[in-house]
């Protein structure tokens, strides 16, 4: 097997960045040598289930624990009551995005009230998983049921409450309007309006590997080695910390080979602190491994919001005020940055358009379902969502092309650096451009004339074209900003690099990866600066023993945050190198340049030392400049001065058998521009497997809830994760255009295939139902809505000919 | 997703497998490919106590020409019956059928008489052995008997298999040319039919209905209806007669009811009715 696609020899600077490289972390993923949690085997482990409640809401009456207790193999057994002084602080909400938020107390285990179907109520430890899941089942719980809070607008009514302590159901409310008169003049003055109404299902993020949790006591030094999967070990050893009461300095957290998070292990779970916990108590080392059915319970959920979108537009179809009120499902209590996810939305709703006036406005509200959070995207997929399907709408209400809308508003490329309405500054972005070339690669015009013959000829089959433009912000984040929305913590990231004394690097940085190629990268980045070979560079992450400092991995923050970080990092390493080798070559610093992994005196080529035997000359430390430490290593804390803003248009065609209403999404072609890109290869696979969670999200997931708060799609047989055989070849490209405010010129690119799909599909949806009098149809777009979509519309057309 | 405890127990040849499913009593339960059973048991949604596993018996693999007619062993891997060149000439509805069911792995583990016997009404070979009018030999203590297909499917989940019997051959009358279709209507490949319609004109026709009752049918609306001269579209409109489709999250009884007549309209014309 060969580590190199396309290999690039290192020369000057500039030559690895920008390379289809493969990944190297895959031959072992491939081989199946990679570790993940439920890998590391232990002699002595025990194993933690938990009895999770049967019904969505109600008090707990009862926990008998004996029978468990009496089973073979059992070791202990727990109620939430026993355990109930065991917490040194509740379950953490690290945004609290108001002053006045409601947030009720979350314990690892219930105590008195279960609130979601799947809540913990009880926990078993056992010698085997086998024996603790058969005590698990043998827990007898006793509940009061209370009624279940499934719909938003029901649970905006405070019909009945989730907490009855709060004495409401909703948390906050957040508004952004910074001038509110303007958007009420502008809709009072506007030649057409929109309104719509559009709904954000709920959506299982459905990782390959689910969460598990294994920790290991060190008895005589009271320290604890904490793996689990998760996105976050450095937050998740603070908040262990927190929320346990053991020293930060006797918790060392390591998040091994993760399969797989999407922002569902962007957070700090119950089964987390309550196996460090019982390993504290039992002294022995405890394995948690969340079993599939479990994943679709206990682990938070994503989107859950009902969006209201008003624009007002002249009688060109520009845009003159968009005004947005969001109502967002907070699920059953508060996670990490539950309240957070509507606010990273709260900022794009004005999309890709030169809008002048803007208000925002967002209820969230408690129900007894399964907490969301972050979901690829978190925030900016729903935003998109709204106003991408709204401008369709109105170019509708205006008579134009959807096309025509978008030229007619977008920011335009010499308006950049733009100060957008809700407050941010766009660093770069040519909209146009990239929508040119996706209308380009798809032959919109020749879709366009298909279509019509289709439609002329009345075929089962018509066809549906979608446009989306998008743009999104990524780089979490200034640290500043972050303070002002009431975030706890900064979203700087760390980085160190280190030229060791035989010639080779380590690079250290505090971002986790789960499948994003960061080893790959961050090794080109280093590489490309050091004129090596990205072979000779070793990346080390997610260990907090090894790489201290870091903030991880979400938000499509680990490129323009943690690779710029590296980039950083490792011309502080080579300025002192500099330094070194000018000292040996008895030369200026400023006459050295660095290539082939050598310093040369610029005009006298001959004269050279290698970066490796500066590396030495460092280590040994015999002749270095008076004054100067030994070793090679630099350190960077960086804080990006901006976020960065990825755009792009993506384009869907579907085609609609009018006969049963089932859609197939026939072609996809996204033309996305994440700025300068490190690794082409790695770009691409982002894309696609962004498409794929926003055309699922489109056209088939929904987490579904019975009035009783039971999860209907609990299996991954009702819950319609798509695999290869559902989707087209996607037809990917992109144009360049570098963010201005990093020196790699980099933008990201985890999220935007999900923030550019979803409203792609379903524009082309509602495009191939135009004909049949369909105007709009909520997600996912199943075979039966519709159906019934238009069997509902034939019969409005037909009791209105009878009128 | 981890199921209870249970005995295994290896059968080595099918006296043993039916000596043992008798000493299991009510609570043992047969795995060939184990792709119906195995999930219900992680969900713990069946947990038998006994587990005769008859994976080994490889004298049950087989497809041979009986003349009229085909005889498929009970244990034939779906990826084999798809592959066979004699089952794709004699019997192309099911050749392609058993390369329908869904994913690769499924068809490389699933076996045609695990997914016959499990009698669930969403799968789809049980409907291809109805519109063909099939023959089942069952073996039980006493010996073997036949049960015509269209009197083996008794309720949901439910077959006319005594609980120590072991279905060890099907028999497929030979299409002889007859024109067929399949058509599957589901979201993803892989999974089971929302609705099924298997059809073969061969002089009479046969029409069976995937997941459009508690047990997989024969649509007896529409072959008496074609029996009778109908067009295509006449006899799709009986397509859910006396039917009570079922409602889950996949879709309605009603709409079931709607997509029944598409695809049985479908299916006939493709057919050639």
Known sequence: MTATEATTAPGSAGAVLGTRRLRTEDPPLLTGESLFVADIKLSGCLHLALVRSTVAHGRILSVDLGPAKSMPGVVAAF?????????????PCAWPVTADMLSPTHLPLAVETVAYLGDAVAAVVAESEYAARDAADAVVVEYDPLPAVIHLEDALSDRNLVHEELGTNSSYTWELSPDPVAVEAAFAAAAHTVSKRYVQQRLIPSAMEPRGVLVVPHPYGGEYTVYSATQIPHILKIMLAITTGIPETSLRVIAPSVGGGFGSKLNVYAEEILAVVLAQRLRRPIRWVEERSENSVATIQGRGQIQHIDLAADSGGKITAIRVKLLADMGAYLQLVTPGVPLLGAFLYTGVYDVPAYSFSCTSVFTTMTPTDAYRGAGRPEATYAIERAIDALAAEVGVDPVEIRRRNFVREEQFPYASVAGLVYDTGRYALALDK????????GLRDEQARRRQ?????????????????????????????????????AATVRLLPTGKVQVVTGTSPHGQGHETAWAMIAADRLTMSPDDIEVIHSDTAMAPYGMDTYGSRSLPVGGVAVALATDKVIDKAREIAAHLLEAAAEDLELTDGSFRVKGSPTMEVALGAVAFEAFSAHNLPDGMEPNLEASVHYDPPNFSFPFGTHIAVVELDTDTGQVRLNRYIAVDDCGNQVNPLIVEGQVHGGIVQGVAQAMWEEALYDDDGNLLTSTMIDYLVPAASELPSFETASTITPSTTNVLGVKGVGEAG???????????????????GVTDLDMPATPERIWRAMAQASAMAQAEGEA | MIPSSFEYRRASSLAEAITMLGEGGDDAKLLAGGHSLLPLMKLRLASPTVLVDIGRLRELSYVRDGGDHLAVGALTRHADVHNSDVVGREVPLLAHVAGQIGDPQVRHRGTIGG????????????????????????????GERQ?????????????????????????????GGARWSFQKFNVRAQDWAIVGVAAVRNGSAGVALVNMADRPVLATGVEAALAAGASPEEAAAHASDGLEPPSDVRASGEYRRHLATVLVRRALEEAGA
């Open chain 2, 115 to 142: 997914s016959i016997a499990h009698g669930d009404p969403a799968s789809d070979l049980p409907a291809v052995c109805l519109a063909l009018r099939a023959t089942l030999l069952l073996a039980g203590p006493s």
């Open chain 1, 79 to 91: 109620s939430g009551a026993d355990l109930k002084d065991a917490w040194a602080a509740p379950m």
């Open chain 1, 754 to 772: 999900t923030i550019g799909s979803a409203p792609a599909v379903m524009n082309a949806i509602v495009d191939a139902l135009s004909p049949f």
């Open chain 2, 147 to 175: 049960v015509p297909a269209i009197e083996f499917f008794t309720g949901f989940l439910e077959t006319a298999l005594a609980r120590d019997e072991v279905l060890t051959e099907i028999r497929f009358p030979k299409l």
């Open chain 1, 438 to 445: 996706a209308l380009d690669i798809a032959g919109y015009q």
């Open chain 1, 457 to 493: 000829a009345g075929e089962t089959k018509q066809l549906g074209i979608g446009v989306s433009s998008y743009m999104e912000m990524c780089g979490l984040a200034p640290s500043r900003v972050l303070g002002s929305l009431n975030y706890t913590a900064g979203g700087w990231e």
